[in-house]
């Protein structure tokens, strides 16, 4: 297509393009929907495959090979070439499907998960660094809209679309749906996508790999184990965090020295490129501790149904959507980007604050107004951080940049969900002593979270302490999601507006470093 080039310069984007982008949010689907589908079927899994001692690890595997395989699938394509990369991790990811819904064990499942994840890790860092490539920064910010409606599709519709899946067609089709999917995606990439091939001179940093997976692991195994497994002060986690610390220190000395090191420490020179990183890092630890709280919340104190559950986060991922709409359409028509950071990090501030305010007497009404503060601030903060910081690197670093982004991102929902959840069951736990004496210490004795059966069941005395419990708990972890977001207020007060590429550019000595010269790739 000739005039290809042209035409995305000028932001009118080919047939060919919003073919790829279809291929790309089918792609991103896949990635997003997965663990909220299947965990809606964990239930009837574990009823049929036993080894419910082991049913952490059926999301842990996953988890873990998804943050560890992240950096490294950024790096190989921005080696080796985007497409390719993407299109291997695609097929890594139906093949771990396929491979968990034939799963007999539960020793199958794990393993076969942890290969779904080595896919996951490539997909969304595929979807984000090809986007990239082919809309210039100053057009991105129209694209917004269509992944924060993904993202919440995922969020509303993977509980429902679980339930359903296993009610009527067995657990395994709760992996065997990604089949279809994943087949469009890849035919939609191979025919329509043509990105310049690349070929890296220097070999794959193999030991800032396993340095930097080692790192991955322990801190995600922390988060995990910490104050459930084991206690945080026993000997495991203490290895753990040992090692951890050890191999992260070993691997950035490493990648000064290695010829193609897998996460150039260069990148983050950039002050805005650092700062989005701080940015989304603390963006997950808020996102995903708030996604765990208010469905718990809403089923314990407000009786809401659990079958539902995707639906009580409505209010909270509607705003996200509108505002992340309305955050890209006025980057793309005006180029500036800096207040929706600020204005996110305030909203967030706002929003979790009066989220800690809610008790036993707190309305659905209330509690929804509430939510869309917070949904708000981070349709604010969700793609802008992506298009700043691929903004500040220059095109050959776009995969790792992706990558490092997608990273911080993934970390920090696990230090959400773990510090966040300690906070919640140990207040949990206090309360419920506090009220019902030692049968509030025995019935939270192994989980600070009662399934609506278990609730059920409970007497009245117990059910009425618990609902307190649930509600200080929420208290405690919202507070601290709202001291934590005062770091994003902080971190977006010192971005710097460099322009967009792929807009008028205006010269900056302060942004001089930040910028990098825009390129556009050819779709045919």
Sequence with gaps: MADTVENVAEGKQPRSVRVVLLALMIAMMLAMLDNMIVGTAMPTIVGELGGLEHLSWVVTGYTLATAASTPVWGK???????????????????????????????????????????????????????????????????YQG??????????????????????????????????PLGAVALALV???????????????????????????????????????????????????????????????????????????????????????????????????????????YQQAVQGASATNSGLLLLPMLGAMLVTSMVAGRVTTNSGKYK??????????????????????????????????????????????????????????????????ATLFRTLGSSFGVAIMGALFNHRVQDVMAERAGALGKNITEKSAQLDAKSLEKLPALARDAYQHAVSSGTHSAFLLGAGISVLVLIAALFVKEVPLKGGPQKSSADGADDAAPAAVVEVV
């Design 76 to 142: 190989i394509g921005d080696m080796f070439g985007r497409k390719g990369a993407f299109l291997s991790s695609i097929v890594i990811f139906l093949i771990g499907s396929a491979l968990s819904g034939m799963a007999q064990d539960m020793g199958q499942l794990i393993g076969f998960r942890a290969v779904q994840g080595l896919g996951a890790g490539g997909l969304m860092v595929g979807v984000m660094a090809i986007i990239g490539d082919l809309i210039p920064p100053r057009e991105r910010g129209k």
């Design 146 to 179: 269509m992944m924060a409606g993904v993202m919440a599709l995922a969020m509303i519709g993977g509980p429902l679309v679980g339930g359903t899946i296993t009610d009527n067609w067995g657990w395994r089709w709760a992996f065997y749906i990604n089949l």
């Design 190 to 296: 191979t025919a329509v996508l043509h990105l310049p091939k690349k070929r890296a001179k220097a070999g794959i940093d193999y030991l800032g790999v396993v340095l930097l997976t080692v790192g991955i692991t322990s801190i995600v195994l922390v988060t995990t184990w910490g104050g459930t497994e084991y206690a945080w002060t026993s000997a495991r986690i203490m290895e753990l965090i040992g090692i951890g610390v050890a191999a992260l220190i070993g691997f950035v000395f490493w990648q000064t020295k290695a010829a193609e090191p897998v996460l150039p420490l260069h990148i983050f020179k950039s002050r805005n490129f650092t700062l989005m990183a701080i940015i989304g890092f603390i963006t997950g630890f808020v996102m995903f501790g708030a996604t765990l709280f208010l469905p718990l």
């Design 339 to 404: 207040i929706f950071p600020i204005v996110g990090g305030v909203l967030m501030i706002v929003g979790l604050y009066l989220l800690s305010l809610m008790d036993t007497d707190t309305t659905r009404l209330t509690s929804g107004i509430y939510m869309a503060v917070v949904g708000a601030g981070m349709g604010c903060l969700m793609q802008i951080t992506m298009l700043v910081a691929q903004n500040s690197v220059q095109m050959k670093d776009m995969g790792v940049a992706s990558s490092s």
